[in-house]
T-cell receptor
Framework: QKEVEQDPGPLSVPEGAIVSLNCTYS??????FMWYRQYSRKGPELLMY????GNKEDGRFTAQVDKSSKYISLFIRDSQPSDSATYLC??????????FGGGTRLMVKP | GAVVSQHPSWVICKSGTSVKIECRSL??????MFWYRQFPKQSLMLMAT?????????EQGVEKDKFLINHASLTLSTLTVTSAHPEDSSFYIC???????????FGEGSRLTVL
């Protein structure tokens, strides 16, 4: 079993839809949680960074962490075609390596 | 967010030659940088951890003599693919960690094609 599980997709939604992307993990020591967006042939771009449990909102993006369930989510409101990309979750302990999910490919159709 | 610059973004070379890729943190100092490899439609694979002023730490299965890493300053790490072969063709991405938050920022990636 992988430490971080993420559905590879592809996830196809119409423009304007609310998108929910999720990861589950097994290591209860993870404290820092990140979401990256990666466009084709580009390096990953940090979208959201959260520490411990709770919600964090930034524009159309909301990150949720539920440590009791070992489950994190990224919500995208009013999705746009420009949101089409691969979304990677990542997490770690303080000072340790990041562990990445495999990425979910999202396609937002106009 | 912090900026990590990677150069070149695209390189084609002949089999047997060596290629150097640079990774720079432009607006912060990074004692630790990371090098990844990514094949099409696959996730990032950590190759090595680059430590400023000391030897890099390689992941299992990564040939340290083939992928030479140098982290000579707090803002620059280099990856040299020595005696490149077609199977080394891939997308190489570096990242740097900003302290004290630990957020990781990535470069734009370097696409290597070995003919």
């Amino acid at each position: 079993q992988k430490e971080v599980e993420q559905d590879p997709g592809p996830l196809s939604v119409p423009e304007g839809a609310i998108v929910s992307l999720n990861c589950t993990y097994s290591n209860s020591a993870f404290q820092y949680f990140m979401w990256y967006r990666q466009y084709s042939r580009k390096g990953p771009e940090l979208l959201m960074y959260t520490y411990s449990s709770g919600n964090k909102e930034d524009g159309r993006f909301t990150a949720q962490v539920d440590k009791s369930s070992k489950y994190i989510s990224l919500f995208i409101r009013d999705s746009q075609p420009s949101d089409s990309a691969t979304y990677l979750c990542a997490m770690n302990n303080a000072g340790n390596m990041l562990t990445f999910g495999g990425g979910t490919r999202l396609m937002v159709k106009p | 967010g912090a900026v990590v610059s990677q150069h070149p973004s695209w390189v084609i070379c002949k089999s047997g030659t060596s290629v150097k890729i640079e990774c720079r943190s432009l607006d912060f100092q990074a004692t630790t940088m990371f090098w990844y490899r990514q094949f099409p439609k696959q996730s990032l694979m950590l190759m090595a951890t680059s430590n400023e002023g000391s030897k890099a730490t390689y992941e299992q299965g990564v040939e340290k003599d083939k992928f030479l890493i140098n982290h000579a300053s707090l803002t620059l790490s280099t990856l040299t693919v020595t005696s490149a072969h077609p199977e080394d063709s891939s997308f190489y991405i570096c990242s740097a960690r900003i302290q004290p938050t630990g957020e990781l920022f990535f470069g734009e990636g370097s696409r290597l094609t070995v003919l």
